[in-house]
């Protein structure tokens, strides 16, 4: 499991009851000074936006894998 999963894991078995939710979205690997990237940046936090507006969670959180305790 990845990172991803281990946080999910670690923030559903220490705190019971917390609103968790997760927004995942892919983004390719961009350079840190990678100045040509800013607009698509700024398009994936566009994107991560509309996605809290929606409340697009991730829906692999639902898995049985993060339920584990």
Not at 2 to 20: H, I, K, T
Not at 25 to 43: F, G, K, N, Y
């Amino acid at each position: 499991s990845d990172a991803n999963d281990q946080q999910s894991r670690v923030v559903a078995q220490l705190f019971d009851g917390l609103d968790f939710r997760r927004f995942q979205i892919a983004i390719p690997q961009i350079a840190i000074d990678d100045v040509a990237a800013i607009p698509r940046l700024l398009e994936f936090g566009e994107q991560l936006g509309q996605m809290m507006v929606n409340d697009e969670t991730d829906p692999d959180v639902d898995l049985p894998v993060y339920k584990l305790v």
